[in-house]
């Protein structure tokens, strides 16, 4: 079964084919990250309306880089939510016509589901049972996955996401958006002993997050830094690899938590945070300790991607789902 892919949620337009037999076959992105970057975030307006623009030409480049003709497509999954209303309409509306005119059956995918099921796309992916830390800019979860389609919440972020404390802590710093590639780059330039942040919430049991303390914590040590107003260099790269190493050592220790209170010895991490070299670093040498084993997608399938939905919609399609004719385009919704 041949599924065609689309990605609208929020500001990059991605399309894939993914085929249950071959794998994947062809996938491209056009990412909006330059135009929004002018306004420090993502502008809902803009995003739909670049999407508008792009989609159909990408897929018909997709198609031709699968050498396939439109026909030969079985399936059309696109993303569902959550995500910006208007951007997922645009992806939705188009991936659902397109199946209606093709004959072919349509499926909604829930944007998270599809990170969390991106490391498959690698080789040797992981079986399940597993744990699934996802960390993006809007969700920071860990979930207990006991087969796909089951996730059962073992823990969140009770105020910002993983990948927003990034983005805001780099718009402190004067860094663009989005700004966790950014504090990685110059947190690698800092001295990451130097200053040392809050592990918020890692001193009582549980497996919630809270970043908000770490966002205003940064702030205040940026404040106290500042000469006339300004940050040298230096101070900017420590701070930032001071922020760097708070986040990663407190989703480290959660990621810990839950192997020993699952007893599992797989844990998958996805979503764009999950691109980060010092995260992956540091649960390498937490999982060895376990003896477990950590499994993660390649840099260009943390962020989104149209692969991702591609995928994780041939496996919804393969259990005999598929969504009527009604567009589904849901900002919140739960997985
Ligand atoms: O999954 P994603 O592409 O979009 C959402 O679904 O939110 O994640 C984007 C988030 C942004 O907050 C971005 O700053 C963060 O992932 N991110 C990173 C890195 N690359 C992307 N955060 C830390 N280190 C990175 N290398
Ligand atoms: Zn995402």
Redesign the pocket.
Known sequence: MKVLGIET??D?TGVAIYDSEQGLLADTLYSQVAMHSEYGGVVPELASRDHIRKLLPLISETLALANLEASSIDAVAYTAGPGLVGALMVGASTGRALAMGWGVPAIGVH?MEG?LLAPMLEDNPPEFPFVALLV???HTQLVKVPRIGSYELLGESLDDAA??A??KAAKMLGLDY????L??KLAAKGDRSRLRFPRPMTDRPGLDFSFSGLKTFTMNTIAAHKVDGQLSAQDQADIAAAFEEAAVDTLTIKCRRALQQTGLKQLIIA???S???RLRESLEKMVKKEKAKLFYARQEF???NGAMIAYAGCQRLLAGQSSDLVIEARPRWPM
């Open positions: 949620s929020c990059e944007h990170h993006s800019g809007g990948g927003e990034f983005d989005p700004g966790g590639p504090i990685a979503g764009g945070v691109a980060n070299l943390c962020t989104d």
